[in-house]
């Protein structure tokens, strides 16, 4: 029995993961083959790998939710064990002599099954891996480690597989990008009239919730263009969770679009959840509107096609953002970044329909340039993955074979947003009070990313992204995001039960809270609605919150308008229990305030138990005075006479430390003149 | 050692009968604590201009507290010379034949060096915050925590047998628990607890030590008295043959603890380290697992129960699940300093409080 007879294969989630299967298992399979395909139900496989004709089978998994206990975690591992028992047993009665996985958490338990299996001299398929992703997840780096051979996408993905990696691009199938458009339109469910611009628009095989809103918004503004434009949209499979991308899709069109307007629409405009004979619609599209995933952008780059491409921001690397950018400036593809806006109170991630249409009527009425774009895209296709792998499977030719170069390589990964953090931080560490976010990013338009980026971020479940992303904002000073700021601090949506049981409060965490009132600080925008939004805060549950709205309050100083308002505020929150709040408020009442309201209130502080509220009160004096607001000098020194200084803390000194610093300061003096 | 040439030489030879003191338990552990006070006042100030020459000095870290930075350079790894003058000073004046002191001895020398790898990896990263990994040192404390369960429940045991698996509780006479199935998780998760709350408590010159230094005495004092059939049965406690020998341990200890103090006293001039922070907890876990006294340590150990509490609770609870502090800052000494007290003053008022705690769990000999 050679190595090939019975090939099993395994991979899923999305047909991002199917689909180089598919292709690898018809690439390898001889005539006579045994090939099997495990899955996963429910997922893009139960639709793509039927219509191949090929055997599926299903296992349970899940994805890998990270290492904190949580119940997915918990739900992670139970899969896993009946996983990889479902796979042990399919194995068994299979009897494989090769494996193939593309990864996504489907391909886990078969792997980790083959392995055990392998152990106890029950199996001893080899195991392939390939990775279409520049980082690859925990759990395929794990199974990495177990495959005979790991194919890789992009040359960074080498690292993670140090001894088994092999660069070998993305598996394409055989059928794209060869068949003419006669064939296509003959193969097509629906007929597109001769002589119209074809758009093919979709976001791959699960969809994307902007980029089909977007589109169904954008057909308004295309109506005028009936005549000249055919619109092919897939919508996705995606049902689970929060989002049915079809029946969304559908009812959107219903709720903004009459009867009549819906009847034009018809006349150019198809949809579809998913299309199992994608080449037709490659080989038949001018343009296409596309997420930059490297399984879409490998297919244009085959196909030779030009995109208008709108890519998934923070993800690992931002690898679509950076694939997006790679073909745009090789003038293979346009981009379109989502943008965070405001939308009845709550934050959400969009694309402006008119926006898009814009783009997509400038774009597809221009033949050169599309063919230009087409050219330039097709450059960036590596040529021959499957015979690399191929090949190596079967361990025929030199080896390592040389992998295919494409003429223009994708760029992989941008600065993520924790890295970008902290060479922020620390440009504020070393410039303080005159630092500059284009000292550090100089050039405007990635600037202009990274706010969108981070903007990108106040979407995300997980608090701690949201926090990331508040703190991103502000010190990138984003002046244009601050009604996304506000609109988080306004949020009052409360925290699961179980976590207001030990002390939280609500959805957008006390950390966010106070971080969104920093950057509102850093940004330096005073309108009506962030003094509403910094008067509210002063009556936050949290601390730090008050804290932080007082030291706002000070920085802004004389711009705000509601002067008032905000010196009443802080005349009661120097009562506050919290010795930080109390503090913050008694030295801003001496950035706005004034001798009749805020010279009284300081001093009645003189009393307060804590040393620190104290000195904070006089710090607030201070300020008054210098500032020329306390013209009653001699009173304030009689008031002051019996000012209380108890205090319980010091500042050390060491004598011996300051010298030892004068001396390496001196030396390094010295050394500056020298030079 | 001198115990056993005592015990050998004193029937025999007229002119060394006052060599028959060695077989008082009082005598022994006095002599123990001041041996170990000695040898630690003798020592440490050659190894702290050792450990400068060498630059084992305390890293940064990124607390953002001020007097912090004012530490950075101070000779760290106090620990490795408490722990060999306690172990010399109990070589000197212990019975080695005991198991309990055995038991003992190993969880400390165990837990020292778990220390000394971390300090050791702080060292050579250059920096506060790379020490040996939260996972790698668990790990080997959780090693430690098995073998001793394991010895316990096992023949070797020193326990008596009807002892083995019970858990008292202060103030109650008779055993609360009885069964291996709580008692061996219990004494698993009591030694992680408790052999890691000394190194959260010690972030002041001299707050660690004193605390540990109660704690140790109080110890002793139990030990002492259960260790000895008559005290036992009359305070109604589990008569425990041969733990009178921890006392020994346990005084000397607190003599090395104070010799300790001399030089760790503010402004400090060394730092014990986890190698001493961890070594104390270590054997603070397993001296109040030997002598019964486990729930006694809420009382006892009160501070560090509460220095561990608060800075788990900020970290894991606030920081990284709600998003919020829950309080100002943690652990406790730190919330203290934070409220405008000089760190003088924290550690005094500590000192006080584990003081009166300590006298709390004395009194519960008789309070039952």
Known sequence: MSLLDRILLTGGGTAGHVNPALAIGAALAKPGAAVLYVGVKGRAEEHVVVREGLPLKFVRASGFPGLRPSAALLKFVVDLGIGILQAAVILMRFRPTAIVGTGGFVAAPVVFAAEILKRLRLCRAPVFLQEQNAVPGKLNQVAGRLAERVFVTFPETLEYFPGNGLLSGYPLRERIGSIDRETARARLDFRIPEGRTVVFAFGGSQGARTLNRGLVDALRDLIPHRDRLFVVHGTGLSTAGRYDASADTQGRLQQLYTEEERELINSFYVARPYFHNIECLYALADLCVVRAGAGTLNELARAGLPALVIPKANLPGDHQVANARAMQRAEGAEVLYEETVVEDGHVIERIDGSLLAGRLVDLAFDGDRLSRMARAAARFHRPDALGVISRAIRGEGPEPVPHPVAEEPLEMTLPSNTALLSRLEAAVRKSGKHYKPHSVIPDAAELQYYRSRAASLLVSPGWEDRNLGVKLLGLLGATDKVPLIVALLSNRTPAPLLERLFGGDFAEVGFIRRNALTALGRLGVVDPAVEETLLTAFRDPYYEVRCEAARVVARFGPRLTRKAEFIAALSKGVEDRDIEAAGACAEALGQIGGEEDALPVLLAMREREYWKVRSAALKGIITLVERGKVTDLSRLETSLAAFPLISTDFVPQFELKANYKKLLESVARRQGDAR | ?368
């Open chain 2, 1 to 368: 050692m001198i115990y056993a040439l005592g015990k050998l030489l004193h029937p025999d030879i007229p002119a060394l009968s006052f060599l028959r003191l060695v077989e008082y338990l009082s005598a022994r552990s006095i002599a123990a604590a001041l041996t170990a006070t000695l040898l630690v006042l003798w020592v440490t100030p050659r190894v702290i201009w050792y450990l400068q020459r060498r630059q084992f000095v305390d890293q940064l870290r990124q607390t953002g507290i001020a007097s912090a930075l004012d530490k950075a350079g101070t000779p760290i790894m106090g620990g490795a010379v408490v722990i060999p003058a306690v172990l010399a000073s109990c070589l000197i004046w212990c019975n080695l034949s005991s198991l309990y002191l055995l038991l003992m001895l190993a969880g400390m020398l165990w837990f020292a060096w778990i220390g000394f790898l971390d300090d050791r990896a702080k060292m050579r990263a250059r920096s506060g915050d790379k020490g040996l990994s939260e996972a790698g040192k668990l790990f080997l404390q959780t090693a430690f925590a098995v073998l001793f369960v394991g010895i316990l429940a096992s023949p070797l045991s020193p326990l008596p047998l009807a002892e083995r698996f019970r858990i008292y509780v202060p103030f109650v006479k008779t055993a609360l628990v009885d069964s291996p199935w709580l008692f061996i998780p219990f004494v698993l998760l009591f030694v992680l607890l408790v052999s890691n709350s000394v190194n959260i408590t010690d972030g002041m010159d001299g707050l660690a030590i004193v605390p540990s230094v109660f704690v140790l005495l109080v110890l002793g004092v139990f030990a002492y008295l259960l260790g000895n059939a008559i005290w036992a049965r009359y305070l109604f406690y589990p008569f425990l043959s041969g733990a009178g020998e921890l006392a020994v341990f346990c005084s000397a200890f607190a003599g090395a603890g104070i010799g300790f103090l001399w030089f760790n006293a503010y402004p400090a001039q060394i730092f014990m380290g986890d190698t001493g922070a961890l070594a104390i907890g270590g054997s603070m876990a397993v001296g109040c697992v030997l002598l019964k006294q486990e729930a006694l340590f809420l009382i006892l150990g009160g501070l560090f129960v509460a220095e561990a509490l608060s800075s788990q609770i900020q970290d894991k609870i606030g920081v990284k699940w709600l998003g919020r502090r829950i309080f100002h800052r943690a652990p406790l000494h730190h919330r203290m300093q934070h409220l405008g007290l000089a760190e003088t003053k924290v550690v005094v008022r500590l000192w006080i409080i584990s003081g009166l705690l300590a006298l709390g769990a004395l009194a519960t000999l008789k309070l039952r």
